[in-house]
């Protein structure tokens, strides 16, 4: 290193973020310690101040540290801190900040909602920012945010939130491509319209019972979890969805008809049967489809699947290349009239994949009747994974059930596996 010029030892110090790294570096030679400056990232993990003794307080240090640097682009901070450290920082970086990630720890309810200034609202000074992402958020009150024109991507994981103060959220964020919301509850009602947004991912928990709406024409992938009533306008770039619901039921989907729709996800313990047959009809050119919905009905009563036809399910499915099914929706293609009346030019053209969980040995003639059929008229399926789990019945025929499965597994033992 002390051969190296000067512009060489601070572009590779540059690379450093860790902060004990880079205040021990500050003490190996006047050199390191003039390279300093040009570091363009900061990271606090969570420990950074457990030992700590001195007199400064940690907001303290940071704001030294950071004083030392010409332009900050990137400061990740795990450990505590609190809101007026977090404004003292911001005041002095907040021009040159483009990544921001701060662990708020302020989720507690028995915490202060009135500190002042809020670790919230101090992120107004950091305006150039790309890219925040914030752990641990109290957001019962609309944060007093300028827009942030520059933003890109937004991450909030783990909030406590109400509809106003997330609305408020939404609109100082115009220019989103990518917005996540994980682990948040509160959230009665949620209304997305981002022109720019490509990429969203939603995971509301409590009850199950949020309603959603989104008109983002750019919109590429969406995972939404813990919603009832779904409407998603100008989808004809929405390449993979995902819907589940864990808590609540899912009432109503309105879609658009999924055109570039490649893989589609729904999961949840029960769907209205309305809600099922409209995606599946809208997304018809879809070619990964998973599909663990464990009961249908409108209301508290559980009720199985109807009967889906084996081979207009297939017909309007001409494109599906992977298929993973489990048991509600496997049963409703094995009723015993599916079958019946088998066009002889009946082929499943683009199956390659299948992927079958059965839970019940339930109808185990049309069950088999239904892998053999996957298999006859798969012309192209090249692997056929069967899960046997939590076989529900005590009785002999679960037996002699799993030793047909065997049994079919074995004749056919270059395609098909029991996992």
Not at 252 to 259: P, Q
Not at 290 to 308: I, N, S
Request: charged content about 20%.
């Amino acid at each position: 290193m002390d051969s190296l010029p000067d512009a060489i030892v601070q572009y590779i110090l540059s690379y450093m973020n860790n902060a004990r790294d880079v205040a021990l570096c500050n003490c190996v030679s006047k050199r390191w310690k003039d390279s300093i400056p040009y570091i363009r990232s900061l990271f606090f993990p969570r420990n950074s101040f457990d030992n700590h003794t001195g007199s400064d307080s940690p907001d303290d240090i940071v704001l030294k540290m950071i004083s030392l640097i010409e332009r900050l682009e990137n400061l990740v901070v795990y450990s505590p801190f609190s809101g007026a450290g977090l404004a003292s920082w911001l005041t002095m970086i907040g021009p040159c900040l483009r990544y921001l990630e701060l662990r708020m720890d302020n989720l507690a309810e028995q915490q202060v909602c009135n500190e002042s200034p809020s670790k919230l609202d101090c992120l107004t000074s950091a305006k150039s920012l790309e890219s925040l992402k914030l752990w641990g958020v109290l957001m019962t009150r609309p944060p007093k945010w300028d827009v942030f024109q520059k933003l890109k991507n937004l991450e909030i994981v783990g909030a406590r939130l109400e509809d106003p103060a997330l609305s408020t959220v939404l609109q100082a964020c115009p220019n989103l491509t990518k917005l996540l919301l994980l682990g948040c509850e509160g959230v009665i009602s949620v209304s997305i319209e981002l022109p720019h947004l490509e990429q969203c991912k939603l995971d509301f928990y409590g009850l199950g019972n949020c309603s959603f709406s989104m008109n983002c024409p750019k919109i590429e992938v969406l995972e939404v979890q813990g919603c009832s009533w779904i409407r998603v306008q100008k989808t004809k770039h929405l390449r993979n969805l995902s819907i589940a619901n864990n808590a609540g039921r899912v009432y109503m989907v309105d879609f658009e008809k999924l055109v570039a729709l490649e893989s589609l996800s729904i999961r949840g313990v029960q769907w209205c049967w309305g809600a099922i047959s409209s995606m599946l009809q809208w997304a018809s050119e879809v070619k990964h489809l998973y599909m663990k919905v464990e009961f249908t009905g409108d209301f508290e009563t559980l009720q199985p699947f109807p009967e889906v036809d084996f081979v207009d399910f297939f017909n309007n499915h001409h494109k599906l290349q992977k298929f993973d099914i489990h048991g509600a929706m496997f049963a409703a293609l094995c009723q015993k009239n599916s079958l019946k009346n088998v066009d002889s030019g009946f082929v499943i053209p683009s199956l390659e994949e299948v992927v079958i969980t059965v839970r019940s040995p339930l109808n185990a003639e049309q069950k088999m009747n239904t892998l053999e059929s996957l298999l006859k008229y798969g012309k192209n399926l090249k692997r056929m994974v069967i899960k046997v789990l939590q076989m529900k019945s005590n009785h002999s025929s679960a037996d002699d059930f799993f030793d047909e499965i065997c049994r079919f597994t074995c004749m056919n033992r270059k395609l098909v596996r029991i996992e």
